[in-house]
Structure formats: structure tokens, C-alpha cells
């Protein structure tokens, strides 16, 4: 990000034609330029949103607000010259700029086009998050929002971590200056916005309780019940008391921390999926007891966190009416809980590594064996 680029001459010529000038864009008090790599541009930008891969640029950013429910607000032009990607606001409008020929020599360095939506993301995340609007310029803790942003949205389309840090890891800077952090704290906030997805989103579920009673499955959550031969020391924290759908808070439709202290303290935080988690936060991540809510008001999960991670003792609740109840350890079930299914029985046992054991036992609907 930076708050004052080289460019004495921005042309953006509008949908209507006429050209929209901004002379020493740059150069106005609390003007917001962030660029993807923290480094200048050219002094003559010309822009031109008619140009033919214009129409690719928007699908793409198409396909990466769809996983978070949100249209596209903002406008996608192309500007030659730039040598880089990058998002701003000209007389209440607000753009995304980019230099076709810098994206496809990023593709094609680091092999993947993970590397260009990646890129996109973090610029969209800075329009989402307010930061092109706020009037404080280019700052370092918006940077770490907005990669924090990408790597959640990169997880919701199906790209693994080291695919998520690709651009970064080609394009960051090894040192920290005025308006970018150093290399390592953008990959770390990568990192926390997909770990933070496959929190909310684990990659494996349990699939039946038939195939339980053969064969050990993937299950993301764990659960502990007295109701068997297992002994579990119950958490007081988490309650057996059955699930009711609530409505999302009217006050809850806007996206980050609503309410309270989301950095060292007690508060709400909303995700771009509108899930929300309402808890105890350190240093930005979830940590000690909270609950989280899908988009729908309807509860989640409730227990305990470790770094953003679910951790400890929790319940975990399915969307298809299944429940975990159990320990957790880098946010998924390990060690003794029971799985509860909607149409009626359990597993009770061992879970490792999010698999159930064959060190415990499937009951039926009568609590029989």
C-alpha cells in the first residue's frame, strides 16, 4: 500500500467516455493508492476499461466475491505501464487497477494463476474493509488485513495454503517500510486467513454412521458423552441443551469486529460469510471460550480456542443436524468425545486426528450396541 504513488497523471476513462483526470493523485492528504507490491509505478498511467481483458478481469473478480455472497461494487479497468495491481478512489468512485502484462508474467514466474486472484483478493479486500475510504492513507495494518482477507477467500476457492502464499512469497519485500510489513508477516497473515476458512469450513466430515461402525472416517469435531462406557470429564463450559435457530443480528450485517475488543478482550467478530464468532480474542486470534454461528444464526460450535484453532473441549454442530461433543486439538477431534447422528445413535470412543478409532463403540437409536 502505498499512500503516495509517482503518478502526476491518472487518466481513467469512464464507461460514458469522458475521461476522469486526477492530477497528483498521490499527493493528497490522506489519499488512499494501495499496490500489491509496495513499489512505484510509472509516471504516465494511462487507463482504459474497454480493453479486451477487461471482461476476464471482472469474472475473476466475480468468482472470488462469490464465495462470500457480496456483488461487485467497484469498478475493473485496465492500465498499461503500472507493472503492478493495485486499489484507489477518484471522486467517490472506487477502482481496481491493474497491468494485464505484470499479472501474466507473475502467472507464468510462479507457474500457477493462483498467484493473479490471489493479487486481486487482497486488493479487493481493501475496498471491502473500508480501507480506501477511511481517509488515513497507506498503512502497514491494512496490508495484514487485506492478505489476512485473501487467504481466507483462496481457501473458499479451493486453493491450498502454499497455493495461497505463492504471489507473496514471489513479490513481498524482505524488509518492512512506512507502508508495507515485511515478507514474513504478510505470509503469517495469509496463513491465519486460511487456517481461519478450514476452521469454519474443515476439509473432511463424517460421512454415515454405517460406514463408523467399519471403518474409521474423517470427522472435523469432537464430542464426549456419559452415556457409555467411556469416561469423559465433562467441560461446564458446553451445553447439552438442544440447538434453536436464531436470526442474525440486525446490528451484525456489517463485516469485522461489531462489538467489544476483537484484538485482547471479549467481542463479536463477523466474516465475510457473515458467519460470526462472539468470544474471548489475544493478539487478533480466537483464544479461550467462545461460540460460533453460521450465516443463519444458528450455533456452531461452543468450547474452547487456541490461536484461532478449536482446541481443548467443544460441541460441534453439523448444518445436517449431527453433533460432536468431545476434545479438539488443532481444530479437530482428538482424543475422547462422541459423535451424535441426527437420525438417532452415536459413536462413542477415540478420535485421532479428526478419524474415529476402532477403540470404541457404535450405539443405535435404543442405546443398545
Not at 344 to 366: A, C, I, L, S, W
Amino acid at each position: 500500500m502505498k499512500a503516495a504513488l509517482s503518478l502526476p497523471i491518472l487518466l481513467l476513462s469512464t464507461a460514458f467516455g469522458s475521461p476522469l483526470l486526477a492530477q497528483s493523485v498521490g499527493a493528497r492528504a490522506g489519499a488512499f493508492i494501495c499496490n500489491y507490491t509496495g513499489r512505484g509505478t510509472s509516471p504516465e498511467v494511462v487507463c482504459a476499461p474497454k480493453t479486451p481483458s477487461n471482461g476476464h478481469a471482472e469474472k475473476v473478480v466475480d468468482r472470488i466475491l462469490r464465495p462470500i455472497g457480496l456483488m461487485r461494487n467497484f469498478k475493473v479497468i485496465e492500465c498499461s505501464h503500472t507493472d503492478n495491481c493495485f486499489a484507489t478512489v477518484l471522486k467517490g468512485q472506487r477502482f481496481i487497477v491493474y497491468d494485464g502484462a505484470f499479472m501474466q508474467k507473475i502467472e507464468e514466474e510462479t507457474e500457477t494463476d493462483w498467484s493473479a486472484i490471489s493479487i486481486m483478493a487482497h486488493e479487493i479486500g481493501h475496498h471491502l474493509q473500508g480501507h480506501t475510504i477511511d481517509g488515513h492513507g497507506g498503512q502497514p495494518i491494512k496490508e495484514i488485513e487485506a492478505d489476512k482477507f485473501s487467504g481466507f477467500v483462496l481457501h473458499q476457492l479451493g486453493a491450498s495454503l502454499e497455493e495461497s502464499l505463492v504471489a507473496v512469497r514471489a513479490l513481498g519485500n524482505e524488509r518492512a517500510t512506512s507502508t508495507h510489513p515485511a515478507r514474513p508477516a504478510r505470509i503469517d497473515a495469509i496463513r491465519k486467513g486460511w487456517m481461519e476458512a478450514e476452521a469454519m469450513y474443515p476439509k473432511t466430515r463424517m460421512a454415515g454412521k454405517s460406514a463408523v461402525a467399519t471403518a474409521p472416517r474423517p470427522v472435523p469435531s469432537g464430542t464426549a458423552d456419559r452415556r457409555s462406557e467411556t469416561t469423559v470429564t465433562r467441560s461446564p463450559a458446553v451445553s447439552r441443551a438442544p440447538v434453536t435457530p436464531k436470526a442474525t443480528p440486525a446490528g451484525l450485517s456489517r463485516v469485522g469486529c461489531v462489538s467489544g475488543d476483537c484484538t485482547d478482550g471479549k467481542g463479536i467478530f463477523v466474516y465475510p460469510t457473515r458467519e460470526r464468532y462472539a468470544g474471548e480474542f489475544e493478539e487478533g486470534d480466537k483464544h479461550g471460550e467462545g461460540t460460533e454461528y453460521y450465516a443463519d444464526g444458528k450455533l456452531k460450535y461452543k468450547g474452547n480456542f487456541r490461536d484461532n484453532l478449536r482446541s481443548d473441549y467443544g460441541a460441534y454442530y453439523y448444518q445436517n443436524g449431527d453433533k460432536y461433543v468431545g476434545w479438539f486439538q488443532k481444530n479437530v477431534s482428538n482424543g475422547k468425545g462422541t459423535y451424535f447422528f441426527a437420525e438417532g445413535g452415536r459413536f462413542v470412543g477415540v478420535f485421532r486426528n479428526g478419524q474415529p478409532t476402532r477403540d470404541g463403540k457404535m450405539y443405535n437409536e435404543e442405546g443398545a450396541e
